[in-house]
Structure formats: C-alpha cells, structure tokens
Nanobody, 123 residues
C-alpha cells in the first residue's frame, strides 16, 4: 500500500503563486509515477501534471503549461506542484495520485489517491 498526503493549499489572489506538496509513504519502491489532478465543484476530475519517479518523463495539461511545474524529491519521498500566475479557474481541490506501472497514459489509471487540498484563487 501507498499513502499520499497533500498540503500547501490555500487562498491566493489571481496572479499569485502556491506550492503544493504530496508526501508519499508505504511501499514507495513500487511507484512508477505520480500525478496531480484537480476537481472543481460540479465538474469532473481533471488531469493537471505527471512525473515519472525517475524524473525522466513529464506531462502537463494544456491549461497549465508554462504556469505549473511538477517535481519530485526522492530522498524526501515528496512530489511538488509549483503553481504560478494562478487564475480563478484554477480553483479546485487538488489531489495527488500514484501509479505502480505505466499503462499507456499519464492522465489516467492511477492506483492510489490522496484526500486532496483546497486551492482557491480570488479575482
């Protein structure tokens, strides 16, 4: 089993920045890659970014390219999402997820999920 705990959410004005963290514990050796997703009220969960545990592969949703950066620190078993130039439409609960193997896509098919952290961007 893998446990994921997100932190770093909060309230920020449009144009501001936030950094989210996802602490990973448990069977970390089984992880192939990590992803960040978000879900706004009344909307479906949306892929945001992903990174392989090796760091060799990165993928971003078009809506966040150039503004968000995903990274990981293997020594700390932590994945980060640096969010810059935030917009009101970025408001959502942000969740991190882990996958134990690659199944052809970074935007789906994750095995473990965190509880999420709220990000609110005011206009």
């Amino acid at each position: 089993q893998v446990q994921l705990i997100e932190s770093g959410g909060g309230l920020v004005q449009a144009g501001g920045s936030l950094s989210l963290s996802c602490a990973v514990s448990g069977l970390t050796f089984s992880i192939y890659g990590m992803g960040w997703f978000r879900q706004a009220p009344g909307k479906e969960r949306e892929f945001v970014a992903a990174i392989s545990w090796s760091g060799a592969s990165l993928q971003y949703a078009d809506s966040v390219k150039g503004r968000f950066t995903i990274s990981r620190d293997i020594a700390k078993n932590t994945v980060y999402l640096q969010m810059n130039s935030l917009k009101p439409e970025d408001t959502a609960v942000y969740l991190c997820a882990a996958k134990t193997r690659y199944r052809g896509t970074w935007s789906a098919e994750y095995d473990y999920w965190g509880q999420g952290t709220q990000v609110t961007v005011s206009s």
